[in-house]
């Protein structure tokens, strides 16, 4: 079945350090989404990429998603503590009838 | 606050026990899900239900059961639950049932089976 891995599994920074977690497929995905959760709470949505190669920006936050539609990243420049918690790249599968989570990158951002 | 609300929020059973989770989304939205979320492994869908009617079932075991009376509620019915079944448990709603969808997800209810 499909697979969505993302590396790191778990990411300490210094506060003030940039941080970056890579989402990766096994197959082709129409658009990638990803989805942050803070200790205790619950997924929110940050963002949606569709085209291949697409790139977007949130404040410091950098998405992108790849040529071949298979992997994506996170870049956070800069990171603050209330950047700490999961981040959660998600993807349909090649039907669309199927949505799947990836392992998720836990972020935590020492003072 | 997403406009999606669960509850309980926190729920001990016995595997004996027949309890129900429910959710509630006031985003006027038509398609809802069921998430499982344990320690150290990828958020699972289970159900998934698009105008009422359930439209995904993943494998998930007999022992959980979907209901959705209408496309603002969302039941889940466990019985017999296993130890291994403690999880947070997410509810998800989405404006259509379809790839481009955004979701919404609700706190959860946290399910600890003893």
């Known amino acids: 079945g499909q697979q969505v891995m993302q590396i790191p599994q778990y990411q300490h920074v210094q506060e003030g350090e940039d941080f970056t977690t890579y989402c990766n497929s096994s197959?082709?995905?129409?658009?990638i989404q990803w989805y942050k959760q803070r200790p205790g709470g619950h997924p929110v949505f940050l963002i949606q990429l569709v085209k291949s190669g697409e790139v977007k920006k949130q404040k410091r936050l950098t998405f992108q998603f790849g040529e071949a539609k298979k992997n994506s990243s996170l870049h956070i420049t800069a990171t603050q503590t209330t950047d700490v918690g999961t981040y959660f790249c998600a993807g349909p599968s090649p039907g669309g009838n199927q949505f799947y989570f990836g392992t998720g990158t836990s972020l935590t951002v020492i003072p | 606050e997403t406009g999606v609300t669960q509850t309980p929020r926190h729920l001990v059973m016995g595997m004996t026990n027949k309890k129900s989770l429910k959710c509630e989304q006031h985003l006027g939205h038509n398609a809802m899900y069921w998430y499982k979320q344990s320690a150290k492994k990828p958020l699972e869908l289970m159900f998934v239900?698009?105008?009422?009617?359930?439209?995904e079932n993943n494998s998930v075991p007999s022992r959980f059961s979907p209901e959705c009376p209408n496309s603002s509620h969302l039941f889940l019915h466990l019985h017999t639950l296993q130890p291994e079944d403690s999880a947070l448990y997410l509810c998800?709603?989405?404006?259509?049932?379809?790839?481009?969808?955004?979701?919404?997800f609700g706190p959860g209810t946290r399910l600890l089976v003893l």
């Open positions: 197959t082709t995905l129409s658009n």
């Open positions: 998800a709603s989405s404006h259509q049932r379809t790839p481009q969808e955004t979701q919404y």
């Open positions: 239900y698009s105008l009422e009617e359930r439209v």
